[in-house]
């Protein structure tokens, strides 16, 4: 667990410098953080492509080169979610030169499952960052206080999908 956490501080450190440097995104309603943006300040070159259904993202280190490239043909909501879980492989797990994420990484138990004996921790942390930077919880709290309390509600304010924002809800005891 102790990863866990370290994986949560990373995330909201990012969280941070990236609303200094881009302020807070504050059309009323509006919570979503800018993954590509993220990327892009990181030194990290965002690409979509046309991977098969079951690939959602990828992580390459080619030198000084970092990329990401991400499933083309999957809702945004999604590819949102997979361009946040490898910015997290990206800060943490730098040993890794090239990292595939061959499932659904937005739907917990698929990754629970089809990750074990790969390397399951190392994807607990990446969606815990993930997590954290679509769905910080400072922001959360701050929403739920507003009176936004419905699933559907909160999840479009960050423009999450819905399981992903109910499994968040419930990690922070929301639910
Ligand atoms: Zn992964």
């Known amino acids: 667990m102790r990863e866990k956490r370290v994986a949560v501080k990373a995330a909201k ?3 941070s410098q990236h609303l200094k440097k881009h302020g807070r995104p504050t059309t009323s309603g509006n919570y979503k953080i800018n993954v590509n943006k993220v990327a892009k300040d990181l030194g ?3 690409v979509e ?3 098969s259904d079951d690939m959602s993202g990828v992580f390459v280190r080619e030198g000084d080169s970092l990329f990401i490239g991400v499933n083309e043909n999957h809702p945004p909501t999604r590819k949102r979610f997979t361009i946040a879980h490898e910015i997290g492989h ?3 797990h730098a040993e890794d030169v090239i990292h595939h994420d061959n ?3 937005e739907s917990p138990s ?4 089809r990750s074990e004996g790969i390397n399951s921790s190392a994807e607990v942390e990446a969606n815990a960052f993930a997590a954290e930077l679509l769905m910080p919880e400072q922001m959360i709290d701050e929403c739920i206080e507003e009176g936004k309390t419905s699933i559907e509600g909160l999840a479009k304010a960050f423009n999450v999908s819905i399981d992903a924002m ?3 809800l419930i990690n922070l005891n929301y639910l």
């Open 49 to 51: 492509h046309d991977f």
């Open 13 to 15: 450190k990012v969280v």
């Open 103 to 105: 499932f659904d990484l």
């Open 90 to 92: 990206f800060l943490l």
């Open 44 to 46: 990290v070159t965002v």
């Open 166 to 168: 109910r499994y968040r």
């Open 110 to 113: 698929v990754v629970l499952y």
